[in-house]
């Protein structure tokens, strides 16, 4: 019994989860976000609204990619907090060009 607590306890840590939107089908991507940054939930991420302006964050970039993520931090702190806080973490990748005006 105790093993399949144990067992439990680190799947549940390790489980994270996430959602990625791109308005063009590319390939995820995996670079440094443009923007990120950690917003809070509470009741388990049933409880509170977070938007993110876009095109402040990108100003006249286009967005490539935007994603909401629970990462292990956060899923520990709603672990701690038994699910009362969840927060979870926001990116926003912009497309960027390079020197010579070509699109990264």
């Keep these: 019994m105790r093993i399949f607590l144990t067992s439990l306890l680190f799947i549940v840590l390790g489980?994270?989860?996430a959602v990625t939107i791109q308005p063009q089908k590319i390939?995820?991507?995996t670079s440094e976000?443009?923007?990120q940054d950690s917003r809070p939930f509470f009741m388990w991420g049933l409880v509170g609204e977070q938007r993110i302006d876009v095109k402040k964050v990108c100003g006249d970039q286009t967005v490539v990619q935007m994603q909401s993520q629970q990462t292990f931090t956060d899923g520990a702190l709603g672990l701690v907090t038994l699910g009362i806080y969840a927060p979870h973490t926001i990116?926003?990748?912009?497309q960027q060009q390079d020197s010579a005006g070509v699109s990264i």
């Design 27 to 29: 390939a995820k991507l």
């Design 33 to 35: 976000p443009t923007y």
């Design 15 to 17: 489980g994270c989860s």
């Design 91 to 94: 990116k926003v990748w912009c």
